[in-house]
């Protein structure tokens, strides 16, 4: 009988060499998200009193940082801020996962895994302020850019984490996205080449309920974002986002499974956005204060510290101690924020081309002249 | 003008079961602009639809809508972030109606808000009227006023042909005085309008600079300029008549805009009037654009946004060329 002949009954047994064998049960996710806070876990054995303690004093800072970036917004000296309260888990996880040779690979709300890795937190802020795009040295830092159109950014990390595996370089890239970015065809894109190219990458999926104003349910009708991975060949992972242990765990045991050669991994955290989507957004439009109030009740930074006073892993004095930390970042912050940036309009022809053309040396030498009889003016 | 262009929306909608508004975040919210605001409330989900987040696939679901008879309205929430929709723009909505002899002409409205001085950080700010310009097959329109706006939109939501609608984000807030009950028409899309008449050259300029031009034409008039003013409104089809008379009329001309004037659209225009105003021309055309630079951040747009001083820096260098074409004889 031929195939066409028995709908619904095709079958191609022994599969053809050209298919690639895949069971699809070992990449679906857990039905309920992966959880370590809250249940009888030996969390001392594994991740260890150490990243339980580090998780605990980046997760202050980020709670703090996110609070001084806020507060520079309204004092005019951002010009926007989109803030990751309540997210704070996912971030600080994302950082600690990497090893130093790693990249990471941000969107524009992840200024705060930025900063847990290491980044200066001023340096963090420029695209925000608004003196210049971006602050820091990618190469240097091994942190791309803060990227605005979303997901992007997600194809530049899988070519890199490519190119690291073709020159033997052990090097993993971990990509952030939001719930909204994973309706982009770049997001689609990154995961299928991730997949068939065996690249070293992990895929964090921010689940935080919203994209702006749009709600999860008219973004996508698959179970979970997670459940998406396995259409492209790679396991998915569903975590709870507010839970920062276990998205350590599962970022750690991912990222290791792609130093490992084992391919790319798609998580998704699922968490919740606090604040309007940026200081510009007008929340109550589209949520309840009701929903707001019963995530408050899961909020990472209190679950954790909580968990870690009960076990004894955290006393008072390191709580203080975090604390004044935390504050003294951010009257750093402060202080240099406060300052006006030094603002420097040649450096619009600046780094356009690695060579100026003629015509940007035209138009430098207008600005130029314009500057100057400014400056005469005003003397 | 953000409310003029609501209320186009909503008076085709009311009119034409056929139109569609969709895009992110244009339901519940209202937009990012709120120029949705209320659509949703007054026409349902399924006439106002807040779409996935993905450019490609609103406009390719749009040109699927648009097969099947219905006016899709789309927007791109900013001017960078319809690049994703390029594929989309440029192999189908632009192409459609030629590559199927007119079988299948493509009604689709792409609201796009462009340009800087918001404040706006990185990718929030671009001019990308040039590359839509450069697509045949496209109509690209932007409107300077309040009652353009409306006139404009209708217009474009009326054409049987792709229009790509360029909203300056910057003039969306104006405190023009407007009666939403008796909005006016403009003649449809391709007609340029004369803002403000004048002798002695002539501004050739559109969208955000329009009201940079006639603050300048005010200013230029302490040195003895009596400036005209077009606004072209239609970039694509481009109103050669209107720009040509005036002109001739004036015999000098300065194009203004915010895009980069390299490859930008003012080389177009110029040509243009080069080729047909050549014989009548006292001066160059000169160009007064953004420059050759990715939209710089938010503290530094006013040094690269074409203000008042700009053109008329241009205008005295009109002068000039004369006598230094006078002085060459
Ligand atoms: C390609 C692209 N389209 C539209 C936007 C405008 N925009 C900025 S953030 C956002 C929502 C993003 O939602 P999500 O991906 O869930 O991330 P979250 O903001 O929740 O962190 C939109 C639509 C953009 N930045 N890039």
Known sequence: ?379 | MAQALNRAMRDAMAEDPDVHVMGEDVGTLGGVFRVTDGLTREFGEERCTDTPLAEAGILGTAVGMAMYGLRPVVEMQFDAFAYPSFEQLASHVAKMRNRTRGRLPMPITIRVPYGGGIGGVEHHSDSSEAYYMATPGLQVVTPATVADAYGLLRAAIASDDPVVFMEPKRLYWGKAEWDPEAPEQVPGVGEAVVRRSGTSATLITYGPSVPVCMEAAEAAREDGWDLEVVDLRSLVPFDEKTVVESVRRTGRAVVVHESQGFAGPGGEIAARVGERCFHYLEAPVLRVAGFDVPYPPPMLEKHHLPGVDRVLDAVARLQWESDWVEGGQ
């Open chain 1, 1 to 379: 009988m031929t195939v066409l002949e028995q709908p619904g009954s095709y079958r191609l047994s022994p599969p053809p060499a050209w298919r690639p064998r895949v069971d699809p049960a070992p990449l679906l996710p857990d039905a309920e998200p992966y959880r370590l806070l809250g249940t009888d876990a030996d969390l001392e054995k594994a991740p260890g009193r150490d990243v339980l303690l580090r998780l605990h004093r980046e997760l202050v800072r980020g709670r703090r940082y996110n609070e001084q970036a806020t507060a520079l917004t309204r004092q005019g000296r951002l010009a926007v801020y989109p803030s990751s309260t309540g997210q704070e888990a996912c971030e600080v996880a994302a950082a600690l996962a990497l090893k130093e040779q790693d990249w990471l690979f941000p969107s524009y709300r992840d200024t705060l895994a930025a900063v847990a890795r290491g980044l200066d937190p001023v340096e963090v802020l420029t695209l925000l302020r608004g003196d210049w795009h971006h602050g820091w040295d990618p190469k240097a830092a091994r942190v791309a850019p803060l990227s605005t159109p979303l997901a992007t950014q997600l194809p530049h990390a899988v070519g890199l984490a490519h190119a690291a595996r073709i020159k033997g370089d052990d090097v993993v890239a971990l990509a952030l996205v939001g719930d909204g970015g994973t309706s982009e065809g770049d997001f689609h894109e990154a995961l299928n080449f991730a997949a068939v190219w065996n690249a070293p990458v992990v895929f964090l999926v921010q689940n935080n309920g919203f994209a702006i104003s749009v709600p999860l349910a008219k973004q996508t009708a698959a179970p979970s974002l997670a459940h998406k991975a396995v259409g492209y060949g790679m396991p998915g992972r569903l975590v709870d986002g507010n839970d920062a242990v276990a998205v350590h765990s599962v970022l750690g045991e991912a990222v290791e499974r792609a130093r490992q050669g084992g391919g790319p991994t798609l998580v998704e955290a699922v968490t919740y956005r606090m604040e309007a989507h940026t200081n510009a957004d007008d929340s109550t439009r589209y949520r309840t204060d009701g929903e707001v109030d019963a995530w408050r009740d899961h909020d990472p930074v209190r679950l954790l510290e909580r968990e870690l006073r009960e076990r004894g892993v955290l006393d008072d004095a390191t709580a203080e101690d975090v604390a004044e930390g935390a504050e003294e970042m951010a009257a750093g912050i402060r202080e240099r924020m406060n300052a006006d940036p030094e603002l420097r309009p040649m450096d619009l022809f600046a780094e356009v081309y690695a060579e100026k053309t003629a015509q940007l040396r035209e138009q430098a030498a207008q600005l130029r002249a314009e500057l100057d009889a400014e400056a005469e003016g005003n003397a």
